[in-house]
């Protein structure tokens, strides 16, 4: 949490027109991006020792960046000092030419804001705002455009909308998606929805807009390069890290018959590590492919064992194990 | 309705073996397809007259065959005699290379296996069979497979499976699809809920059986195509069938960046005539288009004049009128 | 199914205006009613002998009437001859001061026209239309209002609308109810979905006309009591008759402390036979209550053994068995 | 946010088996409470004079305690530091015989267990406790079991569970909350969903414990009183409080007719402050209504004056304004 002087110097920033991307320029998000997990110690520590570990076995894999504090984060079980110590460890660790987003969204404009400017702070290229959800009843196009545009208006980096409905029960309206892409401060969308028409619809109603999409997940992300989306944020990057970036790069070359040959076989582990085991799946898959992996902060439970044995059979049965 | 006499012949039928599908092949279903409407007098009776002036404006566009009562048919509103009727009018006026896929789902297996067997009297190829769904709480994978399996047993021409949650609120269940992709005369499906991960999957998952894919919107054709789906049914293409085919060309072809760009242009008009405005904005536009669209059967209502302006706006805005 | 010229006769009476109920009152609805089930022999014939079995043995039930061909009588199942002969024969074996409300829905409105004038010739006292639903996108409270407000109008008895949610995904608005209510052939509604801040709204704004609301589940039956609707439609009522009817009388009585009791053991059976294990679990067990419960029509499925040793659990947890 | 050594002792007292009730008595929640609303300034500053306000006028009415930080509150928007603050204010505003009840819920474990035991430091009687929501693909009634267990076992006051499925998009499943009425440091429930068949079965199903459910919103309240439950928790009692323990007193002495009458009057204002406008409707009514409303923190916006003049009417044509 900010405290109070640096809050009010954010808002005189802005008052001065100072606090806008002072680089005068948008970043480019296209690229494929790990959502970084959150290594716990058996108390339930932040371990960061095992994120550095994890991170320089990820720096091997021809990524274009990371994004830290994504659904996949655990960022709601964290405090926000340990959100900010997170995000400041992972830009001592990741090469400089790497892209560092972080998750910057709360439920409030306000925590929003100061949680932005403090990820700015502690060294992220650019942040990555969840859609606030608790009163998802009156999170109409309007609410959600001025709440949007009021982080990016104070954001020093450039803003990522995100918009991940099985989390929040809530998708980002295509109009109020197309309204912000005017922002000169908001580059783009990650869209976990996995409605690839909606996707192909983004893309082309924020055509004259310097505005990129991202696919939300793995199990639709040649579709969504078919339909004009760039890169990924995806789970199962963290453990398959190099076939993703392969799938990357076969769409981008126009191979499609193998793309879609990758594709396919990525689709069923990419479900287990998200919808259906979650992260618990993910960080137990994770042991199984060299990173540490380790438990999750409760209410987040281990996978019994019967789930532990239907997760291996969809890597394996697929040729992953 | 099948009197007693050919309904007990179907049945010696199947204890005789005879009633699989007598061709000894799998058809080809790959291709696009409009699935015809209805047309009606100002009285609601069925307009013969008109339905074949549609068919041969519509016969010059390169469609692989027409499906006759999918969901944009309007066959809920028809009685069983005009169910047949229809088909059988259809059949004399198409060309016989054109391949007829007739709706013969009912809510008994009993009834589709009835309607299924009429269907092949009355000239169909092959059937496109909605899953059953008012005791949709007790729709398993195990009760459709039991479903499915005994129309396809029965029926004498080639079973294609129909899932269209918008309008059932089911989804036919992956496992069932799987399983069902088994059976020699279940050759395909028709899959119209968008997720195209699921999609992607089932064309994995069937990848051993002799087993198509169509999309059941143009909407998210080009994503389908991608991921291994052979074609569409497309309610579009009842107005903008020679820009469906295009579509499915530029696919076939990897031009994959023009393929893009048509694509991006027809998600609008296409999510209008389906989700949007229905059956009445599709019957509006055919209208417009040179077809005779006409109203549709009571408890549907023509569009208001504000929702036939917003119809007219998705096809203009994206240089359709 | 009428023939042409019933339904020429029916459009006459029309423009004369004999169709309106001719008794010039509407019907007292409130009660307790079972929605009876169709008995089917092994071969999946209607049973009629089993059926007048079964309404000798609820005939010592104090029901207000039967409601033949609700959800419960797996009316989508049935041939529109064997709907009508099945009222036909329950007109005749039940008792004339016994109700007879008939479910005479179709999906389109003049099929449902056709179905209530005949189930009105061949003997119910009123009919239960249940919301069409296939094309739920478009049912808007317009649509409704037309749809109901033409079977009011040419129906020769009274007409009580029917919204069961969990079978056709569309709950019949508030607004649309309220509207309908002013019609003097509407009499009342039964509601299924089991909001019962909504049955005392919609009680609350029909109470200037002459409008009765049944609950359509016994498991809120005491609450919608206490927010003034009348009676309850109950498939429980199909093996706990006497205990559902003595719920209504502690109701009625205002014992509330003796009502809330029975109203608890009540519960689990009915969800038991309604949402969890649906019509084959009615008929499960009442072969267990000396019903002839029998098989449902295909694609509903036999219970599996581990589902009727729940089943019977749900009954014998709250000393039924 | 505890400090480390708060935390650490707080985990020794759960090893010597200190931190458990040490009244060793179980509070009785029965009663009508109303979830006090945050009060801000013009910017956004929680407005502790105003709340104070609020709560003297509040004081005339006959409520058994007061909801502090239920979903009214707008607690997701305030800081950790605010909403202990918010409560110790309270408690030194509120006389010494009304219970006050603190909602604690975070969506971690350990946040919600340090909340939990500060909220008793401040002064709270007990707290209510939301369920984690996030990923809610995750939880399982296992995980909420794990989850609710550990925040009683360290809880220096009772608990009370809360399910408020249209925030969550969760329902706390029966199962669960059966085990959980077991924990002797567990008191009862509150449940928003207005499902009154799942409340009379938590009812039944609780009744060998200590356990009380209270009605979450006072659109089913007569309701719940019929089936069992023993007050509620009603954002409209923070304008019409006297009206709602009104409604409490007909219930507990037996008058449901009158009862039923008041109860309809209730529940179009009730909707029309939590499910159609929301907080910023609720604030807007209390500014009517002598209290201070006030604006709500972003993103929830204010209303527009279309939806103003709605929400007067919801009360207007019920009597009330």
Redesign the interface.
Known sequence: ?LGPQVWASVRQGLSRGLCRNVKGRKVDISGIYPPVTTPFTAT?EVDYGKLEENLHKLGTVPFKGFVIQG?TGEF??L?SHERLEVVSRVRQVIPKDKLLIAGSGC?????TVEMTVSMAQVGADAVMVVT?C???????S???I??YT?VADLSPIPVVLYSVP????LDLPVDAVVTLSQHPNIVGMKDSG????RI??I??KT?KQDFQVLAG?V??L???????AVGGVCALANVLGAQVCQLERLCLT?Q?EA??KL???L??PN?AVT?R????GLKKTMDWFGYYGGPC?????ELTPAEEEALRLDFSSNGWL
Chains 1, 2, 3, 4 share one sequence.
């Open positions: 949490m339930a659904s709601p079980f405090t439920e409030s404009t306000q925590a606030p608790y009163y998802r009843g009156r999170m109409s309007a609410a959600l001025h709440h009021k099985a989390n929040t029960g996995g409605d690839v028409t192909g619809l893309v082309h055509s997940s199990g639709f040649l579709a969504s390069y078919a339909v004009g126009g499609w793309a879609q594709q396919h076989r689709i069923e479900s919808r085991f979650g992260i618990p902060r409760a209410p987040l439970q």
